[in-house]
């Protein structure tokens, strides 16, 4: 059993022996967060391909993405509930090998819906303890000042990922065949298990919160403002993973009518478009949480994210330039305020029941996105043909709107501009 000393000294050692060994662990789970976040998004990449291929109606496509999706849920809540029980560090490293398999098993075995179904919902069952972990092993171990930034930089790497996702599964779709996309994205997770090995080396066997002033209170505000924050990640998932799932469908034919352009100059447009938006408002936003608060933060971009869903619908018809920078700011404002989501969950929440926590806002987050890109689908099979578009995406737009109201409820003394300072100088209450 460690004492109080030996903690002290494993904290010392984690954050404090160094600027460049701090950060090297860190490059390298944002490296891994990159690589794994390669394969996240290719049934949507190469949805245009696999729908003519497999033969299958929207509703179907929908419910492939959902059994990935839902099935990524729950390995979110049990690989959370695990790292309370095992380490961050051991069950991040045990599914970043899981998930290399699983990418192997999809890229040769899925040739048709019903063993798409199954394989991709396998993949999502072992793909969600590559996320809880880093998110625990980040927040434990970087000041909380930059925390926002540090959590925004591994979710930046994701970003990235799956820019390179979308571009590489829907331009090789396009010009070669789904099974060549499934093989370049399904085979990326075996890099990034290598990225997770290295980067965990570097790290002590068991990540403890270096900063006794930043664990946060057990307080009636702190449960209120978690909820807020779970019920607000809830309504962020739906809007987000039902965006990511048919952004790419509606990007390809929308730029198919105003463009002459390639299958592969599109896919690089799309990627740009949606995720490496996605990954500067990542860290960009992350960082501004640290300064101007989180509460602020979420609040514009909530609100921003819901515009994007309830006015993208409706430029289907409209020149491939505008197309491209709405979409743009859409995955700029979906994505935005995950990190400060993030963060701000790991001020409300006891360490020792982080991983608890963000288990159960995992299952509701991913549990409502899972079912977004099937409700976005029943939404356009049912509606007329002229608002089929408008129709999907304004039921994302509802989710934007929740999020925007749960920020707005959410103490400023906690989340305001300076509030992380009050954070950092609050003592733990014993139980």
Known sequence: MSTGADQRDECTDYTASGRKRRNGWLVWLCASRMAVSISFMMFAGALPALAVAWNMSASEAGSVQSAFNISYAVSLVLTGWLSDRLGARRVFLWSSVATAVAGILVAALARSFESGLILFAL???????????????????????????????????????????????????????????????????????????????????????????????????????????????????????????WLPAFLVSSLSVSTDASALTQGIWIGIAIHISGCISAFSMGHASDRLGRRTVLIALGLLGALCSFGIGWLNQAQ???????????????????????????????????????????????????????????????????????????CLGVGGLLATLFAFCLPHSLFGRGAVSSIETTEEVAP
């Not at 979906?334 to 989501?341: C, K, N, Q, W, Y």
């Not at 899972?370 to 995406?393: E, I, K, R």
Request: aromatic share 8%; with cysteine; hydrophobic share 45%.
């Open 320 to 394: 491939s330039g505008l197309i491209l920078i709405i979409a743009a700011v859409y995955g700029f404002s979906a994505l935005g305020d995950s990190p400060v989501l993030s963060t701000a969950i790991t001020e409300t929440v006891a360490p020792k029941v982080l991983g608890t926590a963000l288990a159960i806002r995992s299952i509701l987050g991913f549990g409502a996105g899972g079912l977004a890109p099937l409700a976005f689908g029943a939404a356009n099979d049912l509606s007329p043909t002229n608002y089929a578009w408008v129709a999907g995406f304004s």
């Open 123 to 245: 993949f999502g069952t072992v793909h969600g303890g590559t996320y809880t972990p880093s998110i625990m092993l980040v927040a434990q171990g970087t000041d909380p000042k930059r925390r926002g930034l540090a959590i925004g930089l591994l979710l930046g790497g994701a970003s990235l990922g799956y820019a390179a996702s979308i571009a590489l599964s829907s331009s090789l779709s396009a010009i070669d065949s789904y099974t060549s996309a499934f093989m370049i994205c399904g085979g990326a997770p075996t890099l990034a298990a290598l990225a997770a090995w290295i980067g965990i080396r570097k790290l002590p066997r068991e990540a403890t919160v270096c900063d006794t002033r930043s664990r946060p209170q057990a307080s009636p505000t702190n449960r209120s403002a978690s909820k807020l924050l779970t019920l607000g990640y809830t309504a962020h998932c739906w809007e987000l993973l039902g965006m990511w799932a």
